[in-house]
């Protein structure tokens, strides 16, 4: 079965610290990737997407995120993070072959002003 | 508005009773969803249903229905076989064409069984 895991379930960080959230999945075949964010007490909402071309994409807030093909891994990364950044962080795998979205269990991001 | 609205935000049932939770899209979306989220769980894939009248299980299908007559609407039954029905769900929808097609989300209905 298709599965999506993220490696850190809970990290604690400091303002200005750089920030990586890893992210693989089991699935060969075509996919769009992409990373959603939940602020406390909001919906979800798109941080950044990868669906063909350049390898490595920017979202909003200045977060951005590699996919390595031979790796099947989406990463996140942010140079310097804000305390505004505090919250759960999702990265989501849609198989191409049928529009499947599954998530992984999502990374707690707690920054310590 | 644009939007995906799920109803009733909080829903209280007693347990043996079955329920259902309202997805109602104006997305012109193809696809639709229903997940649960559970604290240290993230979002598990309840359904899915690509185009009208088509639907596949996901990863906890167990427990659940779903419909789809209409484009617009992808109601969730809970019944009383869902052994843990007491969660958060969210709907989402997405149009499956690169390069919007990641999901839009509902605000989510949270159900309570006692």
């Known amino acids: 079965a298709q599965s999506v895991s993220q490696h850190n379930h809970h990290v604690i960080l400091s303002e200005a610290a750089s920030l990586e959230l890893g992210c693989n999945y089991s699935?060969?075949?075509?996919?769009?990737l992409f990373w959603y964010v939940q602020y406390p007490g909001q919906h979800l909402q798109l941080l950044l997407k990868?669906?063909?071309?350049?390898?490595l994409v920017k979202g909003i807030k200045g977060f951005e995120a590699e996919f390595i093909k031979s790796k099947f891994s989406f990463n996140l990364r942010k140079p310097s993070v804000q305390w505004s950044d505090t919250a759960e962080y999702f990265c989501a795998v849609q198989l191409n072959r049928d529009d499947k979205i599954i998530f992984g269990k999502g990374t707690r991001l707690h920054i310590l002003p | 508005d644009g939007g995906i609205t799920q109803s009733p935000k909080y829903l209280f049932r007693k347990e043996g009773q079955n329920v259902t939770l309202s997805c109602e899209q104006n997305?012109?979306?193809?696809?639709m969803y229903w997940y649960r989220q559970d604290p240290g769980q993230g979002l598990r894939l309840i359904y899915y249903?690509?185009?009208?009248?088509?639907?596949q299980k996901g990863d906890i299908a167990e427990g659940y229905s779903v419909s789809r007559e209409k484009k617009e609407s992808f109601p969730l039954t809970v019944t009383s076989a869902q052994k843990n029905p007491t969660a958060f769900y969210l709907c989402a929808s997405s149009n499956g064409r690169a390069p919007s097609t990641e999901a839009f989300f509902g605000q989510g209905t949270r159900l309570t069984v006692v």
């Open positions: 699935y060969g075949g075509t996919v769009n």
């Open positions: 990868y669906f063909s071309g350049d390898p």
């Open positions: 249903s690509q185009i009208v009248n088509d639907f």
């Open positions: 997305l012109n979306h193809d696809a």
